[in-house]
């Protein structure tokens, strides 16, 4: 089993996707499990969100010490998590360094997300990211900014300062070549301010499953053959030609005069790629979306549902474009709208992960004041 499992995802690994975990918790980092699955699963990073930092302190284990303290210096609420994920990050970050100085800064990362509260806000945007950037202090961290409206200017000043960024909550194709020109025009704005552009990164996560759990649901309110049909190939076909627009980008004349200034592609990053409905197999989102030079971030169970009966065969996205555009052109030709579609997506994203970060400031603050020193 295990010589299986470390093919597949070495398999995966050699096809050029890096291997990243979509999970962080203190306890997976004290554990020495996170060090194991570097050594053993091919596992070259890590992203987090707030839903998952909520899972994790809500949960509550490895964190009463921290909170104790904090509750004893009578802190914030609002500090008091940003001391608690800032630390993992940073924790974790020191585990990745040995990859991030091995790929030379390519992979060993760890991403942190702003305040989801403030994904309509770029001044407050820019803002959190400078500061999240200073207290976790580095070098293999990743800013998350979502691609809202209002996140693409962030992104573009962000990466002018020189602070690698993952940028977050992309769905559409249209959004996605938005992302990717706020990539460039920020490395134009570090080389204008005399910075290397060989120390900034980015990653670009294009959210995957959302889209067929959104698609699917339209469809079978539709009913017929033809929609039937036309279940599970939305997300991928999405996914695919986002592919075909980062090859164009990154193909420009633009682009060309960054990398002789020796700056570095933003990779797609395929996210949310643990499938929502158990009709599909459950490694459909990594077997069908393997090409060069992208990173693809699962939560454990479908890093471990990879590992042990992935079918990786190559790449599994160039070639596939006119196929793809067929296949969104058939869900279009059923009255379901793409743009629809992905602007609801996109909102519900950021409510999403808001409510996560609601929930986890009720939870600590609960917390905070079960563990504060009595007065008297």
Request: no cysteine; proline share 3%.
């Amino acid at each position: 089993m295990q010589t299986h499992m470390t093919d597949a995802l070495k398999r995966l690994s050699d096809e050029g996707v890096a291997i990243w975990l979509d999970d962080l918790s203190r306890k997976r980092i004290t554990s020495g499990n996170l060090a194991e699955l570097l050594d053993q699963q091919h596992v070259v990073g890590v992203t987090t969100n707030p839903s998952i930092f909520q899972k994790a302190i809500s949960g509550g284990d490895g964190y009463e010490q921290q909170l104790t303290e904090l509750a004893a210096r009578g802190v914030t609420v609002d500090e008091a998590i940003r001391m608690i994920t800032t630390a993992d990050v940073r924790d974790a970050a020191d585990i990745l360094r040995p990859v991030f100085d091995a790929t030379e800064g390519q992979d060993g990362r760890v991403s942190i997300e702003v305040d989801p509260r403030l994904a309509h806000e770029t001044a407050a945007t820019v803002a959190e990211a400078k500061q999240l950037a200073w207290l976790v202090d580095r070098p293999n961290t990743l800013i998350k900014i979502p691609a809202t409206r209002a996140g693409l200017p962030a992104i573009t000043e962000v990466i002018g300062l020189g602070i690698s960024v993952n940028v977050t909550l992309i769905f559409s194709l249209e959004r996605y070549r938005e992302v990717m020109d706020a990539y460039l025009a920020g490395l134009e704005k570090a080389r204008a301010r005399g910075l290397d552009l060989s120390a900034i990164h980015s990653v670009a996560s294009f959210f995957v499953s959302r889209v067929d759990a959104e698609i699917d649901k339209r469809l079978d309110a539709l009913g017929t053959d033809e929609a039937k049909a036309a279940r599970g190939k939305a997300a991928l076909a999405n996914a695919r030609l986002a592919y075909e627009a980062y090859e164009e980008v990154f193909g420009s004349e633009r682009w060309a005069e960054l990398d002789r200034a020796r700056a570095n592609k933003q990779r797609p990053l395929w996210a949310s790629t643990g499938v929502k409905d158990p009709a599909y197999k459950d490694t459909l989102y990594v077997d069908e979306l393997v090409a060069p030079g992208t990173v693809n971030t699962m939560p454990e169970a479908t890093l471990e549902a990879t590992a042990d009966h992935g079918q990786i065969t190559g790449d599994t996205v160039r070639g596939t474009y006119a196929q793809s555009r067929a296949e969104l052109a058939a869900v279009a030709a059923l009255g379901i709208s793409y743009d629809e579609v992905v602007g609801l997506l996109e909102d519900e994203g950021v409510e999403k992960f808001a409510s996560s970060w609601n929930d986890l400031l009720t939870s600590t603050e609960a917390q905070l004041k079960r563990l504060a020193p009595s007065k008297g």
